[in-house]
């Protein structure tokens, strides 16, 4: 019984001024539990949400069942959710506060005499691979008196089954165990390995768990049964419905309550829930003579999801400090930039790494093999392509910014694959499979050709990690492969053929400008290859190669009508955002001349819209990304802020309520349809130059 089930709740956001604080602003999407591509879960802001108004989602949109009531002297309040209880009787909290930092997000909300505190972390461990391959996220709920007084509470929460599958009229099982954990498990009956639907994954578990402590009771079965216990009885009567069925059907969901206490003034500790996914095998992965399943790092560590739940919410408290440490170094080295550009990087750190599995294989005696990692990325919601070269290279910086080796281990893939010999093409190849979580690859060399743009991404990527680790290790093992990508670089990039860039929503185009930096800086950075591998024959060769073509490209490239670079060669009108620069920038190459960069530091701000600067001539949207790129690009800190604030603008303008979308219009502010994407890694920029 989901009253709001089916409520276009977006209808209503666009109206609504919200009337608490936010630090540091308001976005159009907030992260709530954001660990994995398959535990993405989301409040949809719009342009004024609070936490208790509307259902959280799945990144795509799709609801998940989250809800929470707190009692406060026999009265209840609903803090979390939108739900509907018939013959119950509860009032909504009122929001006061909410913040985010990179790893947290935060909201205070008022029940009467009682504050509470509702604190959603999704830990950011980028050098500790157990920590991060975990697929959990934490909710701790505290109160504190506000009224001088002492008050009796109690704190609920339940996830629903929605949190197992892309469709709710399918059949799902569960169980519940009571140790030192109490834990609802949830899984569909006929699970599908490897499958989707709707972008969710279709087997494995959903757990959600608490301490079991002397104050705490459990409950599963309709939501407006067990939500009405509570709300009723301030206790769940620690009873399991047996009744399996579809997840739509009469709702069942999965409680768990705390008796707190008398609380004070000084805030209570906090209860604390886990809620997370696993399934196992995480990926399918091609190797040369067949398939490899993978699973996920953590599995070296832990024999059973009991285990690692009971870790897990043990650790909380080191957690919390080590999350507050990462988000203050953080905040702290992009406030260097401008206090916008923070809030920026805050909001995209979460939803970037939240793409990304870490994995392991098993040796023939079934032991893990925790040599042997691969990181691999979902392309979420453009196309759900596994490792696209092109998605990785926009959220390049991340890695960098966090741990290196995370970029070696998505790069390990890909070269391994194409060292197979299974790929026929001579260039490199788009992505390692076209739907997560199978990485097939694509033997039939029939994957979407962007043949400069990823031969260019790889050698940038693959130096770049060189350069910021000190470990040439790649570079040995690979240096044939990049040295054939570059061979198609010199025959192929100064004056590319016609065809699609990373860009590839704009559509083909022969002899652009920006994919022929792309292509320089490819070939530029295969000499520094050689030099680091002590080949200084070809070295100085593709050295020279690649200084001749920015010469000849000066004169294809360079406007004749105005001091700006042009889109396509010959196309005097025309321009774009050359953020391939950035690449120049980031290898230290140098190969580029300053002039380049004067005449687009003047060029940018005439031709800024409300919202930015356009891609390119040929529309008025723009992305986000390539607006953070461009702005690294830039001579004085006008210019760059041009960008900067154009994107802190769009995040922050209520125009949609999708996670963290990267493409826009620049004049009306209305998203183009990606969202959550893990390309916001490139906002990251700044901080690695």
């Not at 670089?489 to 004056?495: A, F, Q």
Request: net charge negative.
């Amino acid at each position: 019984m989901r009253f709001l089930h089916h409520i276009p709740v977006f209808a209503f956001l666009l109206s609504a001024v919200h009337a608490w604080t936010s630090t540091p602003f308001n976005p159009p999407s907030i992260p709530l539990a954001v660990r994995t591509p398959y535990l993405s879960c989301w409040l949809p802001q719009g342009s004024g949400a609070a936490l208790n108004s509307v259902w959280p989602e799945f990144w795509t949109g799709s609801i998940l069942g989250w809800a929470g009531f707190v009692k406060v002297d026999g009265v209840a309040y609903s803090f979390l959710g939108a739900p509907a209880v018939s013959g119950s009787t509860f009032t909504q909290a009122t929001q006061q506060s909410f913040s985010f930092t990179s790893t947290q997000s935060t909201f205070v909300l008022s029940a009467g005499p009682i504050d509470v505190t509702v604190n959603f972390l999704s830990s950011v461990e980028p050098t500790d691979l157990v920590k991060q391959s975990i697929p959990f996220s934490y909710m701790a709920v505290s109160a504190a008196s506000t009224d001088g007084a002492t008050h009796s509470v109690q704190i609920y929460s339940d996830i629903s089954a929605e949190w197992v599958s892309g469709d709710d009229s399918l059949t799902v099982n569960w169980t519940t165990t009571t140790g030192d954990i109490l834990t609802h498990q949830v899984q569909l009956t006929s699970p599908t390995v490897y499958g989707e639907s709707s972008d969710h994954t279709q087997y494995g578990s959903a757990f959600y768990s608490t301490p079991n402590t002397v104050s705490a009771t459990y409950q599963s079965g309709q939501d407006i049964v067990v939500r009405a216990q509570f709300i009723n009885n301030g206790v769940l009567a620690n009873t399991q419905d047996t009744n399996f069925r579809a997840v739509s059907n009469d709702w069942p969901v999965f409680g768990l309550a705390h008796n707190v206490g008398n609380v004070g003034s000084t805030a209570s500790t906090p209860v604390v829930y886990s809620v997370g996914h696993i399934r196992d095998p995480a990926l399918e992965y091609v190797v040369a003579g067949g398939t490899q399943a993978r699973s996920l790092y953590f599995w070296s560590k832990y024999s059973s999801p009991a285990a690692v739940i009971s870790e897990f919410l043990g650790d909380y408290s080191a957690a919390v400090t080590r999350a507050n440490t990462f988000d203050a170094k953080v905040q702290s080295d992009a406030s260097a930039i401008s206090t916008e550009y923070a809030g920026i990087v805050a909001l995209s750190v979460r939803q970037s790494l939240g793409a990304n599995e870490i994995t392991i294989s098993k040796e023939t005696s079934g032991t893990w093999n925790t040599s042997d990692v691969l990181v691999f990325l979902k392309e979420i919601s453009s196309d759900g392509n596994v490792n696209t070269v092109d998605v990785i290279n926009p959220a390049w910086p991340i890695y960098l910014y966090t741990n290196p080796a995370l970029g070696k281990y998505l790069l390990e893939g890909l070269f391994r694959y194409q060292e197979t010999g299974l790929y026929p093409n001579k260039w490199s190849v788009h992505d390692l499979g076209a739907s997560y979580p199978k990485a097939l690859g694509h033997n039939d060399g029939g994957d979407e050709a962007m043949p400069v743009e990823e031969c260019g991404n790889m050698l940038m990527m693959a130096l770049s990690y060189a350069q910021k680790s000190g470990d040439n290790s790649q570079l040995e093992a690979y240096s044939n492969l990049l040295d054939q990508w570059t061979q198609y670089l010199i025959s192929d990039s100064l004056i590319p053929g016609n065809q699609i860039s990373t860009d590839d929503f704009a559509g083909s185009l022969a002899n652009q400008t920006n994919l022929a930096i792309k292509g320089i800086v490819g070939i530029k950075a295969m000499s520094e290859i050689w030099g680091i591998l002590g080949n200084t024959a070809q070295q100085s060769n593709y050295s020279s190669i690649a200084s001749t073509y920015v010469t000849k490209w000066q004169t294809f490239a360079t406007s004749t009508t105005g001091a700006h670079l042009t889109l396509d060669y010959n196309d005097e009108s025309s321009w774009g955002l050359s953020y391939n620069l950035f690449g120049d920038k980031l290898l230290g190459l140098n190969l580029f001349p300053a002039s380049v960069y004067d005449e687009q530091t003047a060029w940018y701000p005439t031709v800024d819209n409300s919202f930015g600067v356009p891609l390119d001539t040929r529309h008025t949207y723009t992305k986000t990304d390539w607006q953070i790129w461009t702005s690294t690009l830039m001579n004085n800190t006008a210019a760059r802020d041009i960008f900067i604030e154009a994107v802190y603008k769009w995040a922050s303008s209520g125009t949609n309520n999708a996670p963290f979308g990267d493409w826009y219009d620049t004049i009306a502010g209305a998203p183009e349809g990606f969202r959550a994407r893990p390309v916001v890694g490139g906002h990251l920029a700044h901080l690695v130059l």
